[in-house]
């Protein structure tokens, strides 16, 4: 079995302590990683027959421990890897776990030996770590890292007035560096290889881009349904669309092929954000969101402008037949061709025909049958150089945000009797 072994070397329980070799019955990896300074870079200390037993022996020797670790990461990426044998003492697991936390997701897995280091001196009790030192250390680390592919690029809907900031994401000026992922991923999972440091890394960059950092962001926990969460009241586990009237609030949707749609009522200044993929389009969750607009905060539906993001158009995007035939009944259009074992769905199309039905005017939404502005809903899988796509990629795939919040303070601080505060970025199940 190729999997890999950390040695830890750095954190002993005192002064000057280093640990020791590994026992040599300790294991038997394909691939040794060093975790040391460079004056104790010796591969000779290690038993003959452990290192015989080794394909590679990387020292990690230089830069901070974040620095270190990270290379490591990259290292097991590279070498395709997510198995990790960690031989360390007490004080070292309790050290080294909350870099686990930061830079490594459930698909990586960790498995400590704290009596694999035969130091009399680090065989206690595990020494007491406080955590914020090293989030401290993780995100100095990676706020100094170069973006990829280039300078942030946010697309805006020229039919939301100025007195809202929005933007859709693309893909380009983050840090992460997994080709599927790269390079601003915004949206860490434990079925994917982004960690939570480093999209927390790339979110800080686009919310100081855009213009809304450090303001708190709601992004919505998809369940692929059409529930909608009104911020300041309670805060459901999952919910595909959120609205509010706070201004300075940052209401988010994620996409990745669905699609991210924006809603902003310029009369009221009321605005909505809502994940839209397959399953939600039928279930209605567009409607439902001008619904909540229109119910809780008194919204004309005619008032309300609709911004349909980055989204996988009816070129690249098949279903099984029964769920696809099931958007005849939204229009025939939907399907171009039904008769196919797996036909194409135009879940775009199918959008703007059930807004139209709750009210909303068809010049009030841009999405790509709007040609006389510019385009804001590309094709993401006809796109990889702007746009993630789960259809293209597969399973690690990254993702993309839309995001919406009202500019300044005219109508108070608070929506209507809500007086819950509003909590910042929120997780996402699979978008």
């Known amino acids: 079995m190729s999997d890999a072994v950390l040695l830890d070397l750095l954190h002993g329980c005192g002064p000057g302590c280093r640990g020791a070799s590994p026992r040599e019955e300790a294991a038997r990896p394909s691939h040794v990683f060093l975790l040391c300074e460079a004056r104790d870079r010796h591969e000779h200390r290690l038993p003959a027959a452990f290192v015989s037993s080794c394909r590679s022996v990387h020292a990690l020797d230089s830069g901070s421990t974040a620095a270190r670790l990270y290379r490591f990461k990259q290292t097991l990426d590279q070498l395709d890897l997510s198995a990790v044998r960690v031989l360390t003492t007490p004080r070292g697991r309790a050290v080294l776990r909350v870099y686990q936390e930061l830079l490594f997701t459930a698909l990586y897995t960790f498995e400590y030996h704290v009596d694999a280091l035969t130091c009399p001196g680090c065989a206690g009790s595990a020494h007491s770590h406080s955590p914020g030192p090293v989030e401290e250390e993780v995100s100095g680390f990676l706020q100094q890292l170069p973006a990829l592919k280039g300078a942030i690029r946010v697309l805006k809907s020229s039919l939301i007035p100025e007195c809202f900031g929005h933007g859709f994401s693309t893909r380009s000026g983050g840090v992460s560096y997994i080709p599927t992922l790269s390079s601003l ?198 796109h990889p150089e702007d746009f993630f796509s789960h259809t293209r990629d597969g399973l690690n795939f990254g993702t993309q945000v839309g995001f919406l919040w009202i500019r300044g303070t005219d109508r108070g601080d608070g929506p209507r009797g809500r007086t819950e505060g509003t909590p910042g970025w929120s997780g996402v199940s699979h978008p």
């Open 185 to 382: 991923n915004l949206f860490s999972s434990k079925r994917r290889r982004d960690p939570g440091a480093v999209v927390q890394e790339n979110r800080r960059r686009l919310a100081l881009h855009a213009g809304f950092h450090p303001q708190p962001l709601c992004l919505v926990k998809v369940d692929h349904g059409s529930h909608v969460w009104v911020v300041g009241s309670a805060e459901p586990e999952h919910y595909d669309a959120v609205v509010t009237d706070r201004p300075g609030v940052v209401v988010a949707a994620p996409g990745a092929d669905c699609m991210p749609i924006l809603f902003a009522d310029p009369v009221s200044k009321v605005i909505g954000a809502a994940h839209a993929g397959w399953k939600g389009t039928l279930m209605g969750v567009a409607m439902a969101t001008v619904g909540v607009m229109v119910r809780d905060f008194g919204c004309r539906a005619t008032d309300i402008v609709v911004a349909v993001g980055p989204s996988v158009g009816a070129c690249c995007f098949t279903l099984d037949r029964q769920p696809a035939l099931d958007f005849l009944q939204v229009h025939q259009d939907c399907v171009p061709d039904p008769e196919a074992t797996r036909p194409h769905v135009n879940i775009r199309l199918a959008n703007r025909v059930l807004l139209q039905r709750v009210g909303v005017l068809p010049e009030h939404i841009h999405d790509d049958s709007e040609t006389q502005r510019s385009c804001v809903t590309p094709c993401s899988c006809c």
